[in-house]
């Protein structure tokens, strides 16, 4: 009887661990699924934000093209005597980074402008902006044109001169 418990107990002890054994292995076998699933949504979204981010550059690459040339027409028209463009003069070109921001970069003499006229040239560039974005394609809502596009602004030799403030893209600071 005794030799027949121990024979039953063993024997337990062996479908117990063989069952513990299967288990684990399922559990692996669960573990390297997950881990595909992981890896593969991963794999999926990089590829979507490559994709989104080509489209974007691409977006932004028409975009600057669009605003070279009505740049080059306002200061034409500025420079034919029309003063409603006097302020693409001071402008020595603009570069598109985002949906959101830009780099313009002045001339020298910006610098010697008040700040109330600095002011409307920066606004001028912002609705030049906003305006050749809309005219490439580039989705520009009402709430874009009222909130305005951040500006940062350099000499030509990339000496920061101010930017737009963070609380309000129309309002600026200068150095």
Known sequence: MKRSIK?????????????????????????????????????????????KSSAENEQIKKANDQLAQDLKGNQDDANNGDHNYDYSTYVERIEIKSATQAHVYVDESFMNLDDEAKTKVGNSISNLILRSMATSGMDIQPEDQKRGIYLAFYTGGNKALGHSRFTNYNEYKFY
């Open 7 to 51: 024979f039953t107990a063993v024997a337990l002890s062996f479908l117990f661990v063989g069952s513990t054994l299967t288990a684990c292995s399922s559990s692996s076998k669960d573990q390297d699924s997950y881990k595909q699933s992981v890896n593969a949504r991963r794999e999926s979204l990089r590829k979507s934000r490559e994709e």
